[in-house]
């Protein structure tokens, strides 16, 4: 009787650390995550449909690093296995064009790009090669839905990425089970936009006299000396009579007729677009295109609404703020806004700045199609090489002519000149990225060099004021905007902050509870003597947005692969064999035993 108490008691023991071992294999309370994704965009322009044309995904995961690194080949037959009715997993720092396009190629069921939250740390190369691969998945029909979804270093996605890099090569490790509920998304029409003004009045004609005998001669002289030139003027690529009706029967309004009244100062215009179209209309993008414009254009604004409170620092010009939407839509806001205002608003126009990705490089750029053919002209584009020079701004002036058989125009600046208006953008580009590549949601603060954005703001606030006051060409006394009047590198520092941290799509912005707008336009109105909303619509025949929620969720469900399964099944076999010798005793064991145990048949005994 003791001797079988002790085999029992024994096989007890066995079976407690064999269900131990089996059970440190099983999923635990912390089995599913949810994360927050962000469907690639899915929009059609000229008539072709491109971006992610899906939503929904119920899928297991694979990783498509780990299988490049295991050698396998894609797109190939071995492909098909690999990733066929599976959500593809990808650490975008690991991803390069090739292989997305491989794994798109494969026709897998879903894509997950995971993201990193941190790109202080990341290379220009890496970053560049990155929005290559974020123009690659929005110039592209996919049929398969694309997510992202971003690593912030505490689980979530990045766990995701790690461990089915490890199950690939362990084939009892952990798999996920994918789930995202996305509906059929439905286009957006008609997509509405706004545009965002202030108008900051200069001095009578009385004051400005006391101004330093500022003058607004750069409009009035180009408009007597361009009457005496050829129509085909050497501004424009092509015959551009068209344009120059456009906007001819424009409508008036109250707003415009304020505006009107101070028509006998020349005005200077600041433009800047403050949306954005990047991989996914819901993430935060475009923090130096256009965030960084936008920011200088609120300093600039302030800086002058301070410079003007004194009756004897009132320049002889007007200052209009516009902060357009619609600008990777060719710049939208900005021809709505010179098609709709009242003309006499725009003919005291007498140059527009534009300000565009403004830290993006140590160069500063200004793009323009006038030739510096006039007096006024040359006067005008020296006031801002004599500032940057005194001010050691690495300036440059690039003069390009529009090409107006292009369905786009290259810089916001360019519908300004379509209507005879000296106009130039102010950017850290040599080269334009016009229209929905021009923003990217790997443009973020951290890749924003902050110095840089406060010596350019610097710079042009400074060549403004010597036009204002008309000393560019006189002796070179103190700058305007120095001590307690100078540039303020932390306001615009939180406002990029603010910018960034909200998406800026015109999808997007179309939430109620998204605060940029309304939040734009106070700043704005503190800063001007008059304001307003200007509310259009974007064309749908260039560009049909299709609508996406804001973010979507992602259910990751740890998974055992079927070989665990079958471990397991092997290891219970093998332990009620171990529990049956103990309990039967080793000397009585034969194969006839343990068939007759498994079968439920009781052993013969000679």
């Not at 003309?343 to 830290?359: E, H, I, M, P, W």
Request: proline share 4%; aromatic share 6%.
């Amino acid at each position: 009787m003791a001797a079988l108490a002790a085999r029992v008691g024994a096989a007890a023991a066995v079976a407690a650390v064999v269900a131990a071992v089996a059970m440190c294999g099983l999923p635990t309370a912390h089995a599913e995550a949810t994360v927050p994704v962000y469907r690639l965009a899915q929009y059609d322009a000229g008539g072709e449909e491109l971006g992610s044309r899906a939503a929904a995904v119920d899928l297991l995961a694979t990783s498509a690093r780990a299988a490049a690194d295991g050698g396998i080949e894609l797109p190939g037959s071995t492909a098909a296995s690999l990733v066929g009715r599976r959500v593809v997993v990808l650490r975008v720092a690991d991803a390069s064009a090739a292989l997305v396009q491989d794994v798109l190629d494969a026709k897998p069921g879903a894509l997950l790009l995971v993201v990193p939250g941190e790109l202080s740390s990341v290379s220009a190369p890496d970053l560049a090669r990155w929005r290559a691969l974020e123009v690659q998945l929005l110039t592209q029909r996919v049929a398969t839905p694309v997510y992202f979804a971003v690593d912030d270093g505490e689980g979530g996605a990045g766990d995701v990425a790690d461990t089915l890099a490890r199950a690939f090569h362990d084939n009892v490790a952990d798999n996920f089970q994918i789930a995202v509920a996305g509906s059929t998304p439905a286009a957006i029409k008609p997509l509405h936009a706004r545009n965002l003004q202030a108008w900051l009045s200069g001095a009578a004609a009385e004051a400005g006299a006391a101004a330093d005998g500022a003058e607004g001669a750069v409009g009035s002289e180009v408009e007597e000396e361009e009457e005496e030139e050829d129509e085909d003027d050497d501004e424009f690529a092509d015959d551009d009579d068209e344009e120059e009706e456009e906007g001819a029967d424009d409508e008036e309004d109250d707003e415009d007729d304020e505006e009107a009244d101070d028509s006998a100062l020349p005005t200077i215009a600041i433009v800047a677009h403050y949306d954005t179209f990047g991989a996914s209309p819901h993430m935060p993008a475009g923090a130096d295109s256009n965030g960084s414009g936008v920011a200088a254009l609120l300093e600039i604004a302030r800086l002058f609404s301070r410079l003007y409170s004194g009756v004897r620092m009132q320049g002889a010009y007007n200052m209009l703020f516009l902060l357009t939407a619609g600008g990777p839509h060719n710049f939208a806001g900005t021809r709505h806004w010179v098609e709709d205002v009242d003309s006499r608003v725009l003919d005291t126009v007498d140059f527009a700045v534009c300000l565009d990705a403004l830290a993006g490089g140590e160069q500063l750029y200004m793009h323009t199609s006038k030739k510096e053919k006039t007096d006024a002209i040359k006067e005008l584009f020296g006031a801002f090489r004599s500032m940057a020079a005194r001010l050691d701004v690495p300036f440059e002036i690039v003069h390009k002519k529009i090409n107006v058989t292009s369905d786009q125009l290259a810089w916001e600046h360019e519908h300004l000149a379509l209507q005879r208006v000296v106009a130039m953008t102010f950017s850290s580009k040599r080269e334009a990225t016009p229209g929905l590549a021009s923003t990217s949601i790997f443009d973020t603060v951290a890749t924003v060099d902050a110095a840089v954005l406060e010596r350019n703001v610097r710079f042009i606030a400074e060549a403004l004021a010597s036009i204002v006051y008309n000393t560019a060409e006189g002796a070179q006394g103190a700058l305007v905007f120095s001590g307690s009047l100078g540039v303020d590198g932390n306001y615009m520092s939180a406002w990029l902050n603010a910018l960034s941290a909200h998406p800026r799509s015109a999808a997007a912005l179309r939430d109620p509870l998204n605060p940029v707008e309304d939040a734009l336009f106070r700043e704005l109105k503190g800063y001007g003597t008059d304001s307003h909303k200007q509310d259009f619509e974007i064309a749908g025949d260039e560009v049909v947005v299709y609508e996406t929620a804001a973010p979507l969720t992602m259910t990751a469900s740890r998974v055992k692969p079927v070989l665990f399964d079958l471990y397991l099944t092997l290891g219970v076999v093998a332990y009620l064999s171990v529990l049956f010798v103990l309990i039967t005793g080793p000397s009585k064991f034969s194969l006839a035993d343990v068939k007759a145990f498994f079968s439920a048949q009781k052993p013969k005994r000679a």
